[in-house]
């Protein structure tokens, strides 16, 4: 089970900081990743991260995201930075989920959190 | 990065119907990194089918997935009424995409 916090609020210029806490799940046992949907639109993918550092950013978000965990909360975070009334959108916290038979390896999004409201306005 | 498009933008069918939808990459996509969503209003998406034809747990059998390359399709053979909501394909080459998804919605 996924679970996001964070401020629902952000000015414009500031940096959003989000957290989705794990349960039922050992952090280090699988990649986690954020995604987010804008009021009305579709999804778009920003990052995922391991426990050990290994981490994988959206070219389009890379120079302002970064993406972390806290192993011993069980958390993952992330952080936007220098945000505009674009970035307004429903962030999800989701595992990538890695599912490999028969020879080959299957990537893909399950589950996924409830999602957080984050909305930039001054 | 691969560009994915959905079509059509919306499907309006009535219960009972086929459902046909179409994902088509702006390059080859491994089919092990094809996956599609059902996302309900409200709702975070919801994994239906993975590896372009693997049924996620859980997912009635009227739901299936087919396609390889560029070309793949997402069918649902009789549609309930849970069925009408909006359908993601995703891919994954060297960083994730979706595509911008179909509505299929009650004629």
């Known amino acids: 089970q996924l679970q996001e916090s964070g401020p629902g609020l952000v000015k414009p210029s500031e940096t959003l900081s989000l957290s989705c806490t794990v349960s039922g799940a050992s952090i280090k046992s699988y990649y986690w990743s954020w995604i987010r949907q804008a009021p009305g639109k579709g999804l778009e993918w920003i990052a995922y991260i391991y426990y050990d550092g290994i981490t994988n950013y959206s070219p389009s978000l890379k120079s302002r995201v970064t993406i972390s965990v806290d192993t011993s909360k069980n958390q993952v975070f992330l952080n936007l930075s220098s945000v505009t009334a674009a970035d307004t959108a429903v962030y999800y916290c989701?595992?990538?989920?890695?599912?490999?038979?028969?020879?080959?390896?299957?990537?893909?999004?399950?589950?996924w959190g409830q999602g957080t409201l984050v909305t930039v306005s001054s | 990065e691969i560009v994915l498009t959905q079509s059509p933008g919306t499907l309006s069918l009535s219960p009972g119907e086929r459902a046909t939808l179409s994902c088509r990459a702006s390059q080859g996509v491994k089919s092990a990194y094809l996956a599609w969503y059902q996302q309900k209003p409200g709702q975070a998406p919801r994994l239906l089918i993975y590896g372009a034809s693997r049924r996620a747990t859980g997912i009635p059998d009227r739901f299936s997935g087919s396609g390889s390359g560029t070309d793949f399709t997402l069918s649902i053979s009789a549609l309930e009424p849970e069925d009408f909501a909006v359908y993601y394909c995703q891919q994954y080459g060297t960083s994730f995409t979706f595509g911008p998804g179909t509505k299929v919605d009650i004629k």
């Open positions: 989701a595992r990538r989920r890695e599912y490999c038979a028969g020879g080959s390896c299957f990537l893909s999004f399950d589950p």
